[in-house]
């Protein structure tokens, strides 16, 4: 089975630097997806980024990238120039190529200091 | 980009009685449907797949004559919790796929607090 771990329950990054949340994930499959998801309070989940497990180069998203690393099964995210409107928790998932469904870490809250 | 509505927002209920959750594409037609279950402070917990059509797929430990799902057409899955207990509260997120800049992507309603009392 499929899992994903964050190990950062909580993070903080003070405003305008840059901030890297960890994550890892075990699969024997060779097509699958990852993503980042942002929960803000509000509780929408609201995608980040995503990363094609076939593709070497790493995926970015303006002032958001990631560093994947398929060899070791690591995927981070890093935000640069954080802002207020950051906050919230993150979560690290994993999609299969096979299904649409998608396992969810448990999450890093991440708080930016002004 | 595609919207998914979820409803109602917020409900309590009474414990005993039973509470229907209902998800809908607003715009776009979903094949496939999910619907999962999170606990404060946790992550989101897949409970269900629900295809249009045919018979939801239960996750393991997922009691299915508790939690009925139906997805009678592409746009509309919902959720039934059947004689609801105060461990039943919790927050319903449900999410649909569909194309999105010839990706499926799974697009996230805006969730569901259930309180049994």
């Known amino acids: 089975a499929q899992t994903v771990t964050q190990s950062q329950p909580e993070m903080s990054v003070q405003e305008a630097e840059t901030v890297t949340l960890s994550c890892t994930y075990d699969t024997s499959e060779s097509d699958y997806y990852l993503f980042w998801y942002k929960q803000p309070p509000s509780r929408q989940m609201i995608l980040v980024i995503r990363q094609e497990a076939y593709k070497q180069q790493n995926a970015t998203e303006n002032r958001f990238s990631v560093n994947f690393q398929k060899a070791a099964k690591s995927f981070s995210l890093k935000i640069s120039d954080s802002q207020l409107g950051d906050a919230a928790m993150y979560f690290c998932a994993y999609r299969s190529g096979r299904d649409d469904k998608i396992i969810f870490g448990k999450g890093t809250r991440l708080h930016i200091l002004p | 980009g595609a919207v998914v509505s979820q409803h109602p927002s917020r409900v309590i209920c009474k414990s005993g009685t039973s509470v229907k959750i209902e998800c809908r594409s607003l715009?776009?037609?979903?094949?496939?449907m999910f619907w999962y279950r999170q606990f404060p402070k946790q992550s989101l917990m897949l409970m269900a797949t629900s295809n249009e059509g045919s018979k939801a797929t239960y996750e393991q430990g997922v009691e299915k004559d508790k939690f009925l799902i139906n997805h009678a057409s592409l746009t509309l899955s919902t959720l039934t919790v059947t004689s609801a207990h105060p461990e039943d509260s919790s927050f319903y997120i449900c999410s649909a796929s569909g194309l999105a800049g010839g990706w499926n992507e799974q697009f996230f309603g805006p969730g569901t607090r259930l309180t049994v009392l």
């Open positions: 715009d776009f037609q979903a094949t496939t």
